[in-house]
């Protein structure tokens, strides 16, 4: 643990549990005593939190126990022969450590946590009888003690604490830290937060910091008049942009390379072991031993889940498409049209406030829908069934943010209320979704923690003193957790800021000919965004659950299909735009338009396979490790079939 002594450790998980009015004079009956009884069997430091509204159970571990709980999981963790290998306490020494020096990462430690509650079972070979209050019931054989209990709504929630001493130091030297622009200690973060908030900062501070080349051309475009240049200059400024979309996306790729071999992720621990579940490679084992050795069976058996998953993937994908048709598209069409002919200001508001309710609710549905349909499908893992939501609800936000624009670009050909959209969404529309992001987080906050206090003066009639809230594991209890708009149960809050990302760069990439200056209020918005995100997971939210993932997934694609789209909308455009200026006619200019679409096409695909995705130093290391690795089990092999033939 990084700044601690190996042997020791910090309170990093907290169980909530309803306050007791009941004691128990019989301790084994007592399902809380039990429970604190049986982890502290496990060799896990317990302390009991008394709050205003609930009880706390603070958790440590000393390294020994995380180390055997991780042999106990067979986490696969990197060894410094170049093997992944199951972990094994008696060999500790061998495997490789964090950056940060830590033998564990944070998505490791809670998955060893997770592990050790979870793994609390009646071993007895008889039904328990448990008491909570006034309220009983039975603990069955082989049950999870921790399953059971928040099954009867006794465990309210169990949650990772925030470590102070690291949570002050990131504040200062990261949120804080306004002088340093887009620098960010990723290593720190990573340590802290783990591989996925980690990645979505480094993504962030790289895109913000690629961002300055796009910024000063279209600031340079709007200040400075080029005369009867001018119809030369937006050309070459798109084609300049568009190079530098498509280099942005390769580089990230070998930066992302890079990240994972530093953090070691090119080992596999499941998301399946960190969420309790059954991995698909284990049923897969199980169904090749039920169908035996009969290898026709085997193939058609795997060929037929294969085939249904993917008609399953199909035919969801087929309803969003369909609804984002026939529901939403003309809804969009009809509110852009009334938008452009109303005449009042105070209409047009009133319009627009109308219409935000309305597309808040059909977004909030089909993201439902999408989790819905999703649990149908036969995707692999947790993160297959992220990115498939993120796929469809992305679909939802994309007609809703750029159908608008669409209408007032290349159907009315009006350019000045395309900026005035455009500056309303970059400025506007992300300044109050940024005060949002911070003060409802807040307000809830301070909203449970007065009903605390409110529920705990009734309670106490007598007393004169003023009641204050000192726990600070309660606060932590009382913030709201870092979760997605859609729900928790594929992804959390990492899918609204990816979104916003993802949506900000489709607008300043689609429409950059009409508006070269919406880079420089891009540049603005992501330097405050950068610090606005970090001071949201220090301060105002729970500290996040990890996942072990160390790559922005669907969203990386989503960007490729937007730089796509954006040499489409760009080239109409320049077309409408000479047109305007009456120097072409609309069928030379068509011609040379669809000639430079084809340019830049060649361009976004000739970039991306001239720029390797990973560093050579990332790939020779790579190849060192793999080639040590073979020359081991190769000795071994050797050394096990010669004492083989000394035995014969």
Known sequence: MNGQEEGQTGFEIAVAIPKRTVKEQDASCDCIELLVSELRKMGLIVEFVVGLADEFIKLAAPLEILGKAAADLEIRKPTHIGMDLPFRWDEVEEFVRQPDGSLFSWAERFCCFQHLIYGIVNRTESIITLRFNDKEFQWKLGESLLTRL?????????????????????????????????????????????????????????????????????????????????LWVLPVFFISIISWAVLLIQFWKRKNSALQFRWQMNHSMGDNVLNKGKS?????????KKLGNDKRKQKEAFQRNEWFGHLLRFRNDAVIVLSIICLQLPFELAYAHIYQVLGSDVMKFALTAAYLFAIRCFTKIGGKVSVKLIKDENN????????????????????????????????????????????????????????????????????????????????????????????????????????????????????DDFLELALQFGMVMMFACAFPLAFSLTLLNNISVIRTDALKLLVMLRRPIPRATATIGAWLNIFQFLIAMSICTNCGLLMYLFDQEGKWRIEPGLAVILIMEHILLLIQFGFSHFVPEEPAW???????????????????????????????
């Open 380 to 495: 692999k893992s947790t993160e297959i069934r992220a990115d498939s939501l993120v796929y469809k609800v992305f679909g939802l936000y994309f007609m809703q943010s750029y159908i608008g624009l669409f209408y007032h670009a290349l159907l009315l050909q009006n350019f000045m209320t395309l900026r005035q959209i455009l500056i309303q969404r970059l400025i506007v529309s992300r300044v109050l979704q940024n005060l949002m992001e911070n003060s409802i987080p807040y307000l809830k906050y301070s909203y449970k923690k007065c009903r605390a206090i409110y529920k705990k003066k009734h309670e106490k009639v007598s007393s004169t003193g003023k009641i204050q809230m000192t726990s600070r594991v309660e606060k932590e209890y009382l913030k709201p957790a870092y979760s997605a708009s859609t729900g928790e149960e594929f992804e959390d809050g990492l899918f």
């Open 280 to 288: 698909d490679l284990q049923s897969d084992v199980e169904l090749m």
């Open 618 to 648: 990332v790939k020779a290391n790579r190849v060192k490790n793999a080639t040590q690795a073979q020359d081991i089990c190769s000795k071994q092999l050797l050394s096990n079939s010669g004492g083989e033939k000394k035995i014969e």
């Open 150 to 230: 928040e099954c009867e709504g006794i465990v309210k929630q169990l949650f990772p604490l925030h470590d102070e001493s690291k949570r002050k130091h990131l504040l200062k030297h990261w949120a804080l830290n306004w002088l340093d622009f887009t620098q960010q200690p990723i290593d720190e973060i990573y340590s802290y937060f783990g591989s996925k908030i980690a990645t979505y900062f480094s993504f962030l501070g790289m895109y913000t910091q690629w961002m300055f080349f796009p910024a000063a051309c279209g600031l340079t475009l709007q200040l400075i008049d080029f005369g009867s240049w001018q």
